[in-house]
């Protein structure tokens, strides 16, 4: 079966250090994967998908940025941290188009 | 106007009430309709994954699909205190790379 690990769980950063959070699948082959933030009391807003190695599309400009640099590997970076970076981001994964998506247990950021 | 709407709640009932969670939307192009459980600081779960109109029905859990009055159900039978969390509805449109809209939630308490 197909597993799906975030890490880490909880990330407290200063203003302007820099970022990455690692998604990776296990268990299957070529999958869809995708980076969400989701801001307290608020829907999953998408940040960033792939639909393959080193094809990245971005939903919403912003101050991070994405890469998949092997096939179930996904990583959510950035060079300089904004406090309105906060918030719990979640990578998931899905088989296909029109499939549904599986999520990690997301990294709970806090920027101080 | 939001392209789905979910009632945020809370939403507190006793324990073995059924429960009637609920989304409408506005885009008539949305084929694929799932609802998706998620507890305290963990990611969403996938509950229940509908396409088109039509119900579907998991041990305590049916879900509904109205298209032509663009609304959609979730119905918990004989509800525990474990189904406490919060319940996402998603949708998506068939073609292109699966971009699923999210509700922004609504709260359940279930108490004993």
């Known amino acids: 079966s197909q597993t799906i690990h975030q890490w880490p769980a909880t990330l407290v950063q200063p203003v302007g250090s820099p970022l990455s959070l690692e998604c990776t699948v296990e268990?299957?082959?070529?999958?869809?994967l995708y980076w969400y933030r989701q801001a307290a009391g608020r829907g999953l807003q998408l940040l960033f998908y792939s639909v393959g190695i080193g094809q990245i599309s971005s939903e919403v400009p912003q101050n991070l940025s994405a890469s998949r640099p092997q096939d179930r590997q996904f990583i959510l970076s950035s060079k300089k941290l904004l406090l309105s970076d906060s918030g719990f981001y979640l990578c998931a994964w899905s088989l296909e188009n029109n499939q549904p998506q599986h999520f990690g247990d997301g990294t709970r950021l806090s920027i101080l | 106007q939001k392209e789905v709407e979910q009632d945020p709640g809370p939403l507190s009932v006793p324990e073995g009430a059924i429960v009637s969670l609920n989304c409408t939307y506005s885009?008539?192009?949305?084929?694929?309709f799932m609802w998706y459980r998620q507890y305290s600081r963990k990611g969403p779960e996938l509950l229940m994954y509908t396409y088109s109109s039509g119900n579907k029905e998991d041990g305590r859990f049916t879900a509904q699909v109205d298209k032509s009055s663009k609304y959609i159900s979730l119905f918990i039978r004989d509800s525990q205190p474990s189904d406490s969390a919060t319940y996402l509805c998603a949708m998506s449109a068939p073609g292109g790379y699966n971009k699923l809209i999210f509700g922004a939630g609504t709260r359940l308490a279930v108490h004993p």
């Open positions: 268990g299957t082959s070529n999958p869809n």
């Open positions: 885009n008539s192009a949305f084929q694929y």
